[in-house]
């Protein structure tokens, strides 16, 4: 009888396998025995550390702008970068992922990433202004584009701010940059358009 020499890793991988099917059951054969088959459970991430009423904190936070004066505070609101909200009420879910800055609207972000359109509270029309969710290792990044240009030069304006949760402490480092036909982006030099680090505190119950 021919023996068939293996080398010792690979015998103990065969052992292994064949322990492995010969201990554990298949769902068939529970199936036919009337038994229920073991489901396995995923844990979904619903970012529940995110979750909470947060205030700035304008000490500890960099760069952030003052308001160029004249400009009334409806049209502030389109100025994203300017903007800057004093209070942040966040809600999770397994599937959505929304901010209420300052009492208003909530901008809702679809956890798997594709892009939801905001909607006129009034009215239920879309407008042009558009949210996308992206996680980033242990932060988020919520990006907000404005749609700007003509359908014949397209064009946008992006606000993309990265949060992220250390204890009490919520970081959100903001960037504004404009996209150019045929799909450039360049940052601007306007006001509110460079960097920022803005710093909230988790508010008790």
């Known amino acids: 009888m021919t023996r068939w020499a293996y080398p010792p890793t690979l015998r103990a991988r065969l052992l292994i396998a064949i322990v492995v099917v010969a201990t554990a059951p298949s ?26 009423r947060w205030t700035l904190d304008e000490q500890a936070s960099v760069g952030i702008p003052s308001p ?21 009420v966040i809600a999770t879910t397994e599937t959505e992922f929304s901010v209420a800055k300052d009492g208003g609207e909530p901008e809702v972000y679809k956890i798997d990433g594709s892009e939801t359109q905001e909607r006129d509270p009034r009215t239920g029309v879309g407008i042009d202004r558009f ?12 990006t907000r584009r404005l749609r700007l240009g003509t359908p014949a030069e397209p064009g946008a304006e992006l606000m993309t701010d ?35 680090t803005l710093v909230y505190r988790r508010q008790a119950r």
């Open 131 to 142: 949210y996308r969710f992206t996680q980033v290792a242990d932060s988020v990044a919520l």
């Open 68 to 88: 160029p004066q004249g400009i009334p505070a409806e049209s502030l609101r389109y100025l994203a970068a300017l903007n800057v909200p004093r209070e942040l």
């Open 162 to 196: 990265a949060y992220s949760v250390a204890g009490s402490v919520l970081t959100v480092e903001r960037l504004r940059s404009h996209v150019f036909p045929p799909g450039s982006v360049a940052a601007m030099k306007e006001p509110g358009s460079h960097r920022m």
């Open 27 to 52: 769902a068939l054969a529970l199936a036919a025995q009337g038994l229920p088959i073991p489901v396995t459970r995923r844990q979904f991430n619903d970012f529940f550390e995110y979750r909470g």
